[in-house]
């Protein structure tokens, strides 16, 4: 997949998401794994709300 766009708006929210990821993924169900659930859905989000603005721009 050839894509200029970058999957994150920035690099450090990369590697931010690609640890919560691995803490979601894990298979123990803990106030840990779900609190990386919902801090990875918050992070989408804000990046969405981050990309739409820049799009209004």
């Known amino acids: ?6 999957i994150h708006i920035d690099p ?3 590697e931010v998401s ?3 990821h ?3 993924l ?5 106030p840990a794994t779900r609190m ?6 918050k992070l989408k989000q804000y990046e969405a709300k981050i990309s739409n603005a ?4």
């Open 54 to 57: 820049r799009v209004t721009q």
């Open 1 to 6: 997949m050839n894509n200029s766009q970058p």
């Open 18 to 20: 690609e640890l919560l």
């Open 36 to 41: 990386a659930g919902e801090a990875l859905r």
């Open 26 to 30: 894990c298979q123990e169900d803990t």
């Open 22 to 24: 691995r803490m979601e």
């Open 12 to 14: 450090l929210l990369g």
